[in-house]
């Protein structure tokens, strides 16, 4: 066994068990914790196949955008766990049912890939002239600029809409909300905000007559 074979099962190892703590973790900060774990070991799975790109992009994507979101948003709500837990068990039927499924999907293509490996083995590899000089990230960039050019403009327009449509919702007016008008606050004159109101003025009030007369011997 070389150095990289053992490298990928012990990335392997310790991927399976991030994931299976994902789920089985009490802590909801834990189990967002042990996420950002599996996908740290899944990018060093793709470093080993030499997909750098991919693996960059899972962790600066992932890793340093989405999973640091989910951890301020559930360490901020303070949900509580024993009321989600209450029906596990009704919905554990489905849910393994689910998981079944995408078991034996998984399963099915891996097996497809297996046979082609074994079927490959044993014949020379082909030789690719100027395969060393190759980078990965610069010719997936340029098919994806290249190539699939229409449908990445396609999908920021679509990413733009919806970011456009979730700060809409998010700056909606509420009623219960104070809400200042800049431009009113700008035609806003002292006459509008201070009013001078003549008042009488103050006298000393008089001695009580009672006190008087019980100071006379």
Known sequence: MDVKTALFYVFSALLLFAAFRVITARNTVHAVLYLVLAFFQAAAVWILLRAE????????????????????????????????????????????????????????????????????????????????QLSNTRELGKMLYGQYLYPLEIAGAILLVAIIAAIALTLRQRKDSKHIDVSVQVRVKSTDRLQVVKLAATTVAPAPQQNAAESKP
């Open 53 to 132: 790109f991919l693996a960059i992009a899972l962790v600066l994507v992932y890793v340093g955008a989405v999973m640091v979101l989910f951890l301020f948003v559930v360490m901020m709500l303070d949900i509580n766990v024993d009321s989600i837990r209450k029906g596990f068990w009704q919905h554990f039927p489905l849910a393994a049912s689910v998981g079944a499924l995408i078991a034996l999907e998984m399963a099915a293509v891996l097996i497809g890939g297996f046979r082609v490996g074994e079927e490959s083995r044993g014949l020379p590899a082909p030789v690719v002239p100027g395969a060393a």
